[in-house]
């Protein structure tokens, strides 16, 4: 393959296989290799491509759970949609053929082909890729013959790309630890001779407690209100 598109092609794989966050979550590999180069058919061809990539790789990943079905899903999806599969084969490999001779554009598509698999291949992801695949593919599976190509939409690989993302856990501020300057103190210079120590309205230090201003959640009892000071 030579040219410009050639080139970009190759930072674009480059890239992809490095890791390039801007890469990794374009909808499909060619828009970012041969923006505005592709045909309309291309351009269905490499959605299609990149929708049963992605669906390919869950059914690898996903086998973890039976209640997904990723694998069963994704044969029967081939046996739906073989011809809008088979055409986008062609179609893609003429892409490559046409830019890069036979030898060369064949290898090219590999190329092409390995690394929109890679780019759905996740680990810390894997329950939001893999619920999201599941329910992408049941959604496939409604759409009929010869209509695959309207259904994998950009908007639609977009969202399945969402997927990828990895989402912290949020820790509820309940469970969040108190940091001791948040707690009022007993006046430690009252202290009498045997070392007990009052509070500023004379009760008896038994422990930490809140200040009266300090704001709690509702129906959510301080930690230390089993060693308050009661009198």
Not at 21 to 43: F, I, M, R
Not at 110 to 137: E, H, K, P, V
Not at 166 to 176: A, C, G, K, N
Not at 209 to 219: F, I, V
Request: aromatic content about 8%.
């Amino acid at each position: 393959m030579t040219g410009t598109a050639a080139r970009s092609l190759r930072v674009a794989l480059l890239a992809l296989a490095l890791g390039s966050a801007s890469a990794a979550s374009a909808q499909t590999l060619l828009t970012v290799a041969a923006p505005g180069a592709l045909s309309s058919k291309e351009e269905v061809a490499d959605r299609i491509w990149t929708l049963r990539a992605g669906l390919n790789v869950a059914a690898l990943q996903c086998q973890f759970s039976r209640f997904l079905a990723t694998v069963p899903i994704y044969n029967a999806l081939l046996a739906q949609h073989s011809g809008e599969f088979s055409d986008s084969f062609k179609t893609l490999t003429g892409y490559f053929v046409r830019h890069g001779g036979a030898k060369t554009g064949q290898r090219a598509f590999d190329t092409y082909a390995t690394r929109t698999s890679q780019s759905w291949s996740t680990f810390d992801a894997q329950i939001s890729f893999c619920n999201a695949a599941a329910a992408l593919g049941r959604r496939a599976l409604m759409v009929p013959k010869g209509k695959l190509g309207e259904f994998a939409s950009a908007a639609e690989l977009a969202r399945f790309r969402a997927s990828l993302i990895v989402e912290p856990p949020r820790t509820p501020d309940v469970l969040l630890p108190r940091q001791l300057d948040q707690f009022a103190m007993p006046d430690f210079d009252r202290c009498d001779r045997k070392g007990q120590c009052r509070w500023p309205d004379k009760s008896w230090f038994t422990g930490l407690r809140p200040p009266q201003q300090m704001p709690r959640q509702a129906g959510v009892m301080p930690a230390d209100s089993a060693a308050r000071p009661r009198g």
